[in-house]
């Protein structure tokens, strides 16, 4: 399966950090600015020793160095230039006399101590580093937000990437492989959701569902022997397997398929021609391929020892591609997506998966997300309503519908939405709702309730404004 650029990027390039610039960063920050500015100054002394700083100059040119080191590490890096220099200025009368001057100069260095202190000159310097620190702050700290709103935007487009695909290969493969195989690519996808997060949150486990997952694989991909093992630690992968079809077989992690694969970090297979023939020939295992979730460590290895011959092309090994980065996505946030479902059973998987990654967004990067619902009646024409405004759902938003005795509800999660956001989204319904029956949501006794996600608990908010739906 071919690798896109933004995979390549992510395998070579370490995780971008969303917090605060760690401790040791800010130390050598520090110390590159100390460093520079010494530099700075001795070349000052070196060029014009009768005027370091450059008074009677007509551009203070030492104060480039603290500028352009503001404008690089932010505020507090460009203070900490200015008192280097600072501290260098006062020092001046006593580091003369290590300065390498001519005669002439050192006799006159009592003209290094000036009358008066210049004030306006480092008043000047220390204002112009703060508004070069304070333009490098604020843009730091938008780059940090927009870092956040695309890893959950890359996130969802490898999840819609991954669901086109599927949807297209089962468009295809439907009338080949609905009388051959037991179960439909939909059924599959099904069961593989409930795998991953309809398991018991007190019975953690590093694989949940392996030994039906595996089954699974086995009926879809035609596998025969076969064997999943979990990450053992950062030494490498179990060496019994979790889970297996056929006989169970011990892992050889110096097999050259399982090395490519465990290096590599995608599938490998006998046919790869990127591993050399003799290393191919010499493998026991047809296909290897690491469990390896979307942005994070692989969480387990499945090698595959025996299928039919026919059973190796593309589209069975694309087709297990996907199954497995699909279960590797559950495994990697199951556990968070089941605490959700322990309070709110009836939530749709996919609208508890988003909910847990837009409340780390709103965490770390201070983005607000919105969860609106709106609450109909039963009658013919509340209901016209109901199905008109899920017609209206943009294809970024996540809906849930609810159905109560007296009253149906509508709750959709708006992604990375802000108060005017949620504003704008009511007031296109009410004006939808308006143009087709004649009347908003007063009038048509729809009720709204908006919700934010904040530090508390995902599952407790959502829970929350299940309840004031009051179905």
Not at 98 to 125: D, Q
Request: proline share 5%; aromatic share 8%; with cysteine.
């Amino acid at each position: 399966m071919a690798v896109s650029w933004r995979d390549l990027s992510r395998r070579i390039l370490p995780p971008t950090q969303t917090g605060a610039t760690p401790a040791w960063s800010w130390s050598l920050a520090a110390l590159e600015a100390i460093f520079l500015c010494v530099l700075a100054f001795a070349l000052s002394c070196w060029i014009a020793p009768e005027d370091p700083l450059g008074l009677e100059e007509q551009f203070p040119w030492l104060w480039i160095v603290p500028a352009l080191l503001a404008m690089r590490y932010g505020t507090a890096i460009g203070v900490t230039a200015v008192v280097t220099v600072l501290c260098l200025d006062l020092l001046l009368p006593a580091l003369a006399q290590w300065m390498p001057l001519s005669a002439s100069t050192v006799a006159s260095a009592a003209s290094l101590a000036r009358p008066e202190f210049p004030k306006a000159y480092f008043l000047g310097g220390l204002v112009l580093t703060l508004v070069c620190g304070q333009f490098s702050d604020i843009w730091s700290a938008r780059t940090r937000r927009l870092r956040a709103v695309n890893a959950y935007l890359d996130e969802r487009l490898n999840t819609l990437t991954n669901n086109h695909f599927l949807l297209r290969l089962s468009h295809e493969r439907l009338e080949q492989d609905l009388l051959a195989k037991p179960l439909t690519l939909r059924e599959t996808l099904a069961r593989l959701r409930q795998l991953t997060a309809t398991q018991n949150p007190a019975k953690e486990v590093a694989l949940p569902g392996a030994s039906e997952f595996i089954q699974l694989l086995g009926q879809s991909c035609q596998l025969e022997i076969a064997a999943l093992y979990e990450v053992a630690g950062a030494d490498g992968h179990a060496s019994m397997p979790t889970a297996f079809l056929g006989e169970p077989i011990a892992l050889d992690q110096s097999d050259p398929l399982v090395r490519y694969c465990l290096a590599q970090g995608r599938l490998a297979h006998v046919q790869t021609t990127d591993i050399a023939a003799a290393d191919r020939s010499a493998s026991r295992y047809l296909i290897c391929a690491p469990l390896l979730p979307s942005g994070s460590a692989p969480v387990g290895l499945l090698v595959v020892e025996k299928l039919p011959f026919f059973a190796l092309n593309d589209d069975a090994l694309q087709l297990l591609s996907v199954l497995i980065g699909y279960y590797a996505d559950g495994v990697r946030l199951g556990h968070a997506v089941r605490t959700v479902l322990a309070k709110v059973p009836d939530c749709p998987p996919a609208m508890a998966l988003d909910l847990i990654r837009l409340q780390r967004i709103r965490i770390e990067a201070g983005i607000e997300t919105s969860l609106v619902a709106l609450v109909f009646g039963k009658d013919e024409q509340s209901l016209d309503r109901f199905e008109q405004v899920k017609r209206l759902k943009r294809g970024v938003d996540l809906s849930w519908e609810l159905t109560g005795s007296s009253h149906a509800a509508l709750i959709t999660l708006l992604p990375l939405a802000s108060v005017a956001a949620v504003d704008g989204y009511l007031l296109r319904i009410e004006a939808a709702l308006q143009q087709q029956f004649g009347g908003g949501f007063v009038s048509s006794h729809i009720t709204t309730h908006v919700t934010r996600l904040s530090h508390a608990d995902a599952a407790d908010t959502l829970l929350g404004l299940v309840r004031r739906c009051d179905l």
